[in-house]
């Protein structure tokens, strides 16, 4: 089940800033990411059976579009040398969609949880950026596909993909990656463009948490964005937990100079 909210962690940069100032969400190429096998695995083929091996011969038998020649062949082919023309078969069609998904699609990252240091470490800025939190209402975001951690690599099904057009399973390797990242929790949106850059609906916007090392001048200028344009959103600064490895969050109000100096707050 998807969650109702999702988050999304940025470093403190100029295109961070300018994402935020725009409601943009951006969908980089995966060509770029830190997991090597990321958006880039090669499946395997599950072997068919017996009675899959004649589902499949039928299949193709029936087409309309073959020749007479390979009619014959096909039909007087053996089991064996017939699987393994299927698996070759499903094996380049599984290679050449990983091929074209990572040169032309574009993937955009988020985690269920906002809490967790290696996500603040290595998505956060190692601490001194912020994260953003998103309702799953509107799109992209509810069209979220969960990531899948696996030990071993995922295969593909020649039966339900050759005979029941069912290549979901091609775009569940997009999101399946190994055990070893099971801790960031993720979630992600795919489009069909790498660098398009996607604006959201600003009422998708519902926090914003800032990290405990955030320098007070970049968490001032995010907060001037969101003042400007949605006065109403949470903001809530970070701060190491005393007991628990994890980062906690207190809610606080941003008051600009101006206003600041209106108040008597500050002289």
């Given at each position: 089940?998807?969650?109702k909210?999702?988050?999304?962690?940025?470093n403190?940069?100029?295109?961070?800033?300018?994402?935020?100032?725009?409601?943009?969400?951006?969908?980089?190429?995966?060509?770029?990411?830190?997991?090597?096998?990321?958006?880039?695995?090669?499946?395997?083929?599950?072997?068919?059976?017996?009675?899959?091996?004649?589902?499949?011969?039928?299949?193709?038998?029936?087409?309309?579009?073959?020749?007479?020649?390979?009619?014959?062949?096909?039909?007087?082919?053996?089991?064996?040398?017939?699987?393994?023309?299927?698996?070759?078969?499903?094996?380049?069609?599984?290679?050449?969609?990983?091929?074209?998904?990572?040169?032309?699609?574009?993937?955009?990252?988020?985690?269920?949880?906002n809490?967790?240091?290696l996500?603040?470490?290595?998505?956060?800025?190692?601490?001194?950026?912020?994260?953003?939190?998103f309702s799953?209402?509107?799109?992209?975001?509810?069209?979220l596909?969960?990531?899948k951690?696996?030990?071993?690599?995922?295969?593909?099904?020649?039966?339900?993909?050759?005979?029941?057009?069912?290549?979901?399973?091609?775009?569940?390797?997009?999101?399946?990656?190994?055990?070893?990242?099971?801790?960031?929790?993720?979630?992600?949106?795919?489009?069909?463009?790498?660098?398009?850059?996607?604006t959201?609906?600003?009422?998708?916007?519902?926090?914003?948490?800032?990290?405990?090392?955030?320098d007070?001048?970049?968490?001032?200028?995010?907060?001037?964005?969101?003042?400007?344009?949605?006065?109403?959103?949470?903001?809530?600064?970070?701060?190491?937990?005393?007991?628990?490895?994890?980062?906690?969050?207190?809610?606080?109000?941003?008051?600009?100079?101006i206003?600041?100096?209106?108040?008597?707050?500050?002289?």
């Amino acid at each position: 089940m998807k969650p109702k909210l999702i988050y999304k962690f940025e470093n403190f940069n100029i295109q961070s800033i300018k994402n935020l100032k725009s409601h943009v969400i951006y969908f980089g190429s995966p060509k770029y990411f830190n997991d090597p096998y990321d958006c880039a695995i090669r499946a395997d083929i599950l072997t068919p059976n017996k009675d899959q091996i004649q589902i499949l011969r039928k299949h193709f038998l029936s087409q309309n579009d073959i020749s007479e020649q390979a009619h014959i062949e096909l039909e007087n082919m053996s089991d064996e040398s017939f699987k393994n023309l299927i698996e070759r078969s499903a094996r380049s069609l599984s290679n050449s969609h990983a091929e074209e998904f990572i040169n032309k699609n574009g993937v955009s990252c988020f985690s269920e949880m906002n809490d967790d240091l290696l996500m603040w470490s290595h998505y956060g800025g190692k601490y001194q950026g912020y994260c953003l939190e998103f309702s799953t209402d509107n799109e992209p975001f509810n069209k979220l596909r969960k990531v899948k951690y696996v030990e071993t690599m995922p295969k593909i099904d020649p039966v339900s993909a050759i005979v029941e057009g069912n290549y979901d399973q091609f775009l569940d390797l997009y999101c399946t990656k190994s055990n070893s990242w099971s801790y960031e929790k993720e979630w992600r949106a795919l489009h069909h463009v790498a660098g398009t850059a996607f604006t959201y609906p600003a009422e998708s916007l519902r926090g914003i948490y800032f990290g405990p090392d955030i320098d007070f001048t970049s968490l001032e200028i995010v907060c001037l964005i969101i003042q400007g344009q949605n006065p109403n959103i949470p903001l809530w600064r970070g701060k190491r937990n005393s007991e628990h490895f994890k980062v906690e969050f207190e809610k606080f109000e941003y008051t600009n100079h101006i206003e600041a100096k209106r108040k008597g707050l500050i002289t």
